[in-house]
């Protein structure tokens, strides 16, 4: 469910994303089918949307660059169907690439997030890219952007710099800490400004009583996809002892702070949106 405002920014949880309909410029177009995050910054890269009917589907990949707005039901997005419909489509059964990535952001003309220090470039919010540059994704793109959107033959067989992943493959990953292994990934909770993973919930299913807890990702030291597993750096009973958290409440920033507290770590508004973790 939907969680949590502080002054403009909400936490969300990916699992209530996933299934929205995106609105176009001119109208609905598919529907979210899941994301891509960066595990070096923690950030959602792309929303993975499904167009098309069932015997013609298609994936196609949007930055968080181009959501003009969130609210309760919908995400809108400043593109045209046509735009949306037409961009390249890409396997989702694979991590993306920085060449893909590429070619999505030369096919949108939007500025490349990776050439700065911040989660986006030289800010730490997406909306501003498109302020400082108000000539992304103009309506009419699809049918006047002349370039190569075909990888070369040596593109497509260069591995790459793999570092996106899908928020669905992640859901589910078992957890370890330092002494023991416990519980899974049961959900991702974001910020929709930044769009920063803010939280990893913990489903401590090992525990009795049962409980989900928070875990910021400054606390995971590792990611292992062949292992399908987050390594964190804590003990299973500092995380079993964590204040619980219920997904039917609000979190307020007093939990918040009672909760970086006990893990004796500061906030993430006090270290910025841009810190590196892990």
Request: hydrophobic share 40%.
């Amino acid at each position: 469910m939907f969680i949590a405002v502080h002054m403009r920014m909400t936490l969300r949880s990916i699992r209530d994303l996933a299934g929205l309909k995106p609105i176009a410029l001119d109208g609905e177009v598919g529907q979210i089918d899941q994301f891509f995050f960066d595990d070096q910054k923690w950030a959602i890269r792309f929303l993975v949307v499904q167009t098309g009917s069932w015997f013609m589907e298609k994936k196609v990949l949007i930055s968080p660059i181009a959501v003009s707005e969130m609210n309760w039901d919908a995400i809108k997005i400043s593109l045209s169907r046509e735009q949306i419909e037409k961009s390249p489509d890409v396997d989702t059964e694979k991590p993306v690439s920085r060449q893909k990535e590429t070619q999505f952001h030369d096919y949108y003309r939007w500025p490349y997030y990776w050439t700065g220090g911040a989660a986006w470039g030289l800010t730490s919010y997406p909306s501003v890219l498109v302020a400082q540059h108000p000539g992304i994704a103009p309506p009419n793109a699809a049918s006047t952007a002349q370039m190569d959107l075909k990888l070369s033959d040596e593109g497509e067989n260069r591995s790459g710099d793999i570092h996106l992943r899908s928020t669905r493959e992640v859901l589910g990953y078992g957890v370890e800490a330092i002494d023991k292994s416990f519980g899974h990934v049961q959900d991702l909770l974001i910020d929709d400004e930044t769009w920063a993973v803010r939280y990893l919930v913990i489903d401590t299913i090992n525990f009795w009583p049962s409980k989900n807890v928070l875990l910021p990702p400054s606390m995971v030291d590792s990611l292992s996809w062949s292992e399908r597993k987050f390594r964190v750096r804590l003990s299973e009973q500092v995380i079993k002892d964590a204040p619980p958290y219920d997904s039917a409440r609000p979190i307020e920033r007093s939990y918040e702070k009672r909760l970086f507290g006990y893990y004796g770590y500061p906030g993430y508004w006090e270290v910025g949106p841009e810190r590196r973790v892990g």
